[in-house]
């Protein structure tokens, strides 16, 4: 199996795992001290070390789930195409998606350290370049078929030759992004911090000695493998099986696209199988092969935080992902809005599995990721210049086994993502923020509430021929819940141009022209709900209803408790026992029969304003086009499935 004897000495053996630790987390700290671009420096990066192979050693405190998983794929991506051409002194780039990647924007800079003339490590940082060129500010162009209309793609390639900066090979690169200094400041940061790394990985050689270092190297991947083997091997073998669904193919419209996964666990290894998955979609919510590896590796881990991330957690667990699909696109499939599709499904999916496996720990969907981003010409006084708004949002976190979801929390994908402050964003762009509040109702309803998802709105000033794009999902496949949990809201973006109503854009769109005195916001979903919402103490549901986080009328329509309002201006309420023991029983005698009623009579009702948005989703499991007001056959019966299995069956 593996061999448990170990090499140092346990005091010399924790001091110089927690001491890589912190050699990637200074890392980081000189990247957040000299990066150009506010997106990373809202921590959308990650740093790693790696060994000779390319094997993660050790990440950081805060990087970024998706980030992590892929850095060893990129490095071995450098050592495949280089082999013995690497040197002292050279630093590569690389952002290629079918080398290992993720999307274009993640950009990683690669440096070899060496030690007496032998290549002992790497270096690695990843950071996401707010723009690569491309048909679309910000690179992310839903419309995009294939990698050229999403930017500029670069297989592992030297960027600085034995300590010589080839600034020739720079300007190329950066010559077809926009805001090109700013790439070049961000390239600049992220060598410099590999560079500290280097030193740091040298000063311990020095005290240590290069023996014990590079034997350290070999013992925290062994530690992991154990740990994780050992933590599995306590767990019950057995086949677990769910399927997630990004909202649909904008080729072939109604129905949702599935992403199947299917979990064994056999002894201490873990083995995951995505075979049955849709296959690749006509847009750029597909994922290719290094993207869903890490989806099924941060998954996993989220169920096991007590335990160090590196190669070593990778060798328990085994991933079959299928050729020319959803989560294995190939070049030159569009894949830069993974981290919106088929990423954080597989993570949800995996979610799932293993609340069923560790019901302690379990966990329902959390809301999707989402980036809105704004590109154009800076015309307020004293700029003058091209600028990026480039946006991403909390949400809700799905309920827990005994407790509610996180409210207003970054998403799954990277947790160690920063909300971007307004003030800084204000003084960057043309772009005011006139709202940033939680949304009442956003939390999927359980015995367990998803957290809440938050609404941003915002109004151009002086930005003059500009573009708005959104990369998104969720607004068919709405958050789901869990062990009888309910769905939380639909995503999805307002936009109210100067003088004219508001238009509804949807989930996915890109280069819509925008202007002064435009307006536009966009709620978050909350998470999904663990546990039937009858089985929530009404004392609970009140004080929902004093935060803001429940209404009175969702209160007694999803949880049955019927609250009266006396004084909000005190918070004073008061809930009616009768009349919520009357209403639980009436939910009680009818949401099976609600799920089952025929589509055309419900949206009589809606159409009538019987019912509303919320009760077509929760109640009935009814999923419409927001745009059209379309009723959806195909992905109403999807979701209905989905939710008879995630939550009807667990209703008494």
Known sequence: MFNVDTKLDPVTFEVLKNGFVNLVDQMSEQVLRTCYSFVIYNRDFSSALCDAKGNTIMQGTQDISVHVGTLHLTAKAVIEDFGDDIHPGDVFIVNDP??????????????????????????QVNGHWADMGGSTPGSFDVNAKTHYGEGMRIPPL???????????????????????????????????ATKTGERQLITFIEKYGLDTVLTAFEEVQNYVERLARARVKELPDGVWETTDFIDMDPEIGDGLIPIKVKMTIKDDEIFYDLSGSHEYIGCFLNSAFGSSLSAAY???????????????????????????????????????????????????????????????????????????????????EGYDSYFMWYDWMAGGHGGRSIKDGANATSPVFGVGLS?????????????????????????????????????????????HDAVMSYCCDRSRSVTWGIFGGLPSTPHGVELQRSGQESEFLGTIFSNVKVGKGDYFT??????????????????????????????IERAEKDYGVVIKEIDREIDLFEIDEEATENARELIRLNRQKWLEEAPEAVMEK???GEVDLLDLIRRYGIIIDQQSGEYLPKTTEQNREAMRKRTLEYWK
């Open 98 to 123: 079918y080398r290992g990647g993720t999307h274009f924007n993640d950009t990683r800079i690669i440096r070899p350290v060496f030690y007496n003339g032998e290549l002992i490590s790497f270096m």
């Open 158 to 192: 030297r960027i600085w030759s034995k300590g010589e900066y080839l600034e020739d090979v720079a300007n190329v690169l950066v010559a077809n992004m926009r805001v090109p200094e700013e790439r070049l400041g961000d390239l600049r940061s992220q060598a410099e």
């Open 298 to 380: 941060a998954g996993t881990k989220t169920f096991f935080p007590d335990i160090p991330l590196n190669s070593g957690f990778y060798r328990a667990v085994h991933v079959e992902l299928p050729e020319n699909s959803v989560v294995n696109a190939p070049w030159p499939v569009a894949v830069t809005g993974f981290c919106s599709g088929a990423y954080e499904k597989i993570m949800n999916a995996c979610f799932e599995l293993w609340s069923n496996i560790m019901p302690e720990r379990a966990l329902a969907c959390s809301f999707n990721l989402e980036y809105l981003l704004i590109g154009g010409d800076d015309k307020r």
């Open 419 to 463: 909300i971007q402050p307004c003030e800084g964003q204000e003084r960057l762009s043309p772009v005011v923020t006139t709202k940033h509040e939680i949304v009442t109702d956003s939390g999927g309803p359980g015995q367990f509430r998803g957290g809440c998802g938050v609404e941003k709105g915002g109004i151009l000033t002086e930005a």
């Open 522 to 551: 966009r709620p978050s979903a909350g998470g999904g709900g663990l546990g039937d919402p009858l089985e929530r103490d009404p004392k609970a549901v009140l004080e929902d209803v004093i935060d803001e986080y429940v209404s």
């Open 606 to 608: 809606f159409r009538n």
